[in-house]
């Protein structure tokens, strides 16, 4: 379904407002924004918006609300859900033209930076200073701070040093008239929480287009450790154990036999050819303490019957293991021309039975699933492998996705662990929340977007016809 | 000001829903709730309400919402703010007799228990499992876990462990026209953070029944050091040195020459007679690393002129050395018949700067101060000492008090570092957020409160008349 024509004065006026580098239209250059990672569903913009600044955000915002016209806002499009598809709205508004540093006050370790900003480059820009950036998805080379702030991001590394919110110390919002807010979320600063209550919004209520970003002291120190099981059972009690002894590592990852056998098909790390599964292990902190730490984790690891416990000699070594893990993604490709990334999350403690549950949903649909997880945080990360030229697989994949979720549900866990609500869930929000909840978030959002013009359809159900694919979507239970 | 006289038949329904010990209207029993800890301004309650139950809560405040009255939670009355005054607001309703533990999860590590439950008694629940509750106000062997959410409370390891919404994993939230709210906040779950915006509301919002607490595993070992030094320049630098070196201490406190010279008197733990500012350092961990720790504090406070450090050597010690801290409030008493806690917070950069700030407005109007702070986050108790038989010095009392938290924004932070702003800082509203912000806030209360009846005149500057009290009380800027 085609979007109506915009009102060519409307348009005429945004161009000279934004210059031509600041409005896009041709057939060719809208056909990058039609989907972000989430790809089972596509949709074409009318018009795409570039502003320089938050002065131009802010007009062009407001221009569009006066005209009733609905937009989305777009980051770099790494997100998995969804959460910028244009289903059913006419502009899309990006920035990527919103870059700059605003300010850096290393004393007090913060940053503001602008929302087009990637992630990977805030450590950079304070690296040298010692300091970090420490939400760390693995799309940190490609995705912006304000997609981060949009979808709460987290990473690996979350377990020690929690996701997006934990990290935010203030944000620029544009409103979804056009107004501009500024946010401050410094310790007890008063008043209702705001700006924690746009991290995690998804784009709906209102335009990013700076955060300020609390500052981590890089450590002293790091061991990585890799543990190899015979099963994902064996590794997740090992997860337990090394919970249930104290330490907070800053990551515990696990990957299954499937996922090792495409990385290291595409990496060859050396992983062992036989292993169900593997746990990488990252402890930081004083050098003093890691090592009595690693012996902790060597201990847990062998009670629950680990064959091998490596640890990374070198920065090389380190590197190349946290490459087969953030890249696991990609090397999917190995094993199939297709995978679906699900997310989902669990009580740590119920690891093991999601597992299994994981395990029956794959026989009963014939497919295949690999498993990343961040174990520590028991947020599971099943991939679905597919051809998309199938379209009966593409439905099976999409039926086990969902039944992945509501098992999630069952255990006492959620339907999304990091990769937000976006189009991709709205009909599992019912099974997640209550009527009365439900009902209160919808008011919520009409606080900030009174006229839902601000990326409509996304997170709460709505009445929105079912987008046509080239594949067949299967609607409600089944 | 008194209220008018409550509707008979409501009163007779109310009695007979909750029971005798669930209603209590004579003036003797009413006096106790007149006020919390802000004793600078009193109001009486014609009835107040203590339900048992999520239900009978519920149920009360469905009957008071249809009889258009307005109506204040109540927990322990430990806030410092007016939180719970129920300054033209006829009815209290207490959570003193919701009292139960819900559920106690150890494998997960987590909590659920009703809003009456007081914080210490959380840690000491779980304990003998080695788990604790990290946010640990100094009014914690009284103070409840509403009263925690409603305030987002920290105490002295927030530096480390955060505050109360950094473990907060769901709330049984009852809103102001009765109707009941389960609200979670698990890692991702997706839709928006309700509980979140619900947390740090002071009441304002419903009235939270019950909430579910993520607990933290208890440190294999700690480590308590008190460095003294010259005076609160010297000791503001070594914070600023600890920090810089990487460290993140369990807390870092800071008690000027004043505060010591009370605590000395009330607890003789042996503070030097000299001392012109103590820190108190706490670290946790694994042993291993204590000792390594150790040593970096104490460079960085001989680095900044400290004439003694020592580390606690026993229990015994360290629960000496935190019971200064925690009951210095106490010791007040000890040089002056009353004293007045502010709150506010600036980069910890500006520590310095705000300590010079404090002893100009001190001369400026005459008064002692004393000074606490949690160091670590830049989080200031200045503690006003006064005669409240004198109103003149009351007067300057509250005018050099919002002096110094002005001095707090000028210098980039803000009105309340944790005690929130209650009715107290409700004029220090406009001065902290711009008009946009603060209508948004007042838009998004009112999607919980439409009608204004839960805790009316709290945070946001209302158009309520000056109560009258027995001290003049300045109005505006001065």
């Keep these: 379904m085609s979007n109506p024509p915009l009102d060519a004065g409307l348009v005429t006026r945004l161009r000279r407002m934004l210059g031509e580098e600041g409005l896009l239209t041709g057939e060719a250059a809208l056909r990058v924004y039609e989907c972000d990672g989430y790809t089972l569903e596509k949709a074409r913009p009318s018009l795409v ?24 806002p777009r980051g770099a499009g790494t997100g998995v859900s969804g959460g910028c598809l244009p289903a059913d709205i006419p502009v899309m508004i990006g920035t990527s033209r919103m870059q700059r540093i605003r300010r850096v006050d290393i004393d007090n370790r913060r940053v503001e930076v602008e929302a087009g900003v990637v992630n990977l480059d805030v450590t950079r820009l304070v690296e040298s200073d010692g300091l970090h950036y420490a939400p760390d998805p693995s799309s940190q080379a490609a995705c912006t ?15 020690k040093y929690g996701v997006t919110v934990n990290h935010l110390l203030g944000l620029e919002l544009v409103l979804p008239d056009g107004e501009v807010l500024q946010l401050s979320r410094e310790a007890g600063s008063g008043g209702f929480d705001l700006a924690g209550v746009v991290t995690g919004s998804e784009g709906t209520l209102g335009i990013i287009t700076s955060a300020t970003l609390a500052l981590v002291k890089t450590p002293q120190a790091v061991a990585t450790m890799l ?10 009690r090992a997860v337990s154990a090394i919970i249930a002894a104290g330490l907070v590592p800053a990551a515990l990852e696990m990957m299954d036999a499937l996922v090792i056998e495409a990385v290291e098909a595409a990496y060859g790390f ?16 004083l050098a003093a303490a890691l090592d009595e ?16 416990i490596r640890r990374a000699d070198d920065p090389r070594e380190r590197a190349l293991l946290w490459k087969s893990r953030k890249r696991a993604f990609g090397a999917m490709g190995r094993l199939s021309p297709s995978y679906c990334t699900q997310d989902g999350v669990v009580p740590r403690s119920a690891l093991p039975q999601i597992v299994e549950r994981i395990g029956e949903i794959g026989r009963r649909y014939k497919l295949r699933i690999a498993n990343i997880m961040h174990a520590g945080d028991g947020n599971i990360h099943p991939l679905l492998l597919y051809d998309e030229n199938d379209p009966e697989e593409v439905a099976r994949v999409l039926d086990a996705g969902r039944d992945i ?18 189009i991709e869930k709205t009909e599992l929000m019912p099974a997640s929340f209550g ?4 009902a209160a978030m919808a008011d919520l959002r009409e606080v900030f977007n009174p006229r839902a013009l601000c990326n409509p359809h996304k997170i709460l159900p709505s009445d929105r016809h079912c987008v046509e694919v080239t594949r067949p979507r299967p609607r409600g239970g089944g």
């Design 49 to 72: 918006l570039l502003p320089a600044t938050t002065q131009e955000m802010s007009r062009s915002v407001e221009l569009l609300h006066k005209a009733g016209i609905a937009f989305v």
């Design 145 to 159: 701070i304000g997609g981060n702030v949009a979808e709460n991001s987290g990473g690996p590394h979350t377990l």
């Design 227 to 236: 543990a190899v099981f015979p099963g994902v059972l064996e590794a997740s």
């Design 270 to 285: 050396g992983f062992p050819a036989d292993a169900g599964a593997v746990l990488i292990i990252e402890l930081d902190g």
């Design 293 to 308: 730490q690693c012996v902790q984790v060597t201990e847990a690891c062998n009670e629950q019957g680990a064959s091998e």
């Design 405 to 422: 979720l509501l098992a999630c549900l069952e255990l006492g866990g959620s339907v999304t662990g990091e990769h937000g609500i976006g």
């Design 435 to 438: 009527p009365a909840t439900l």
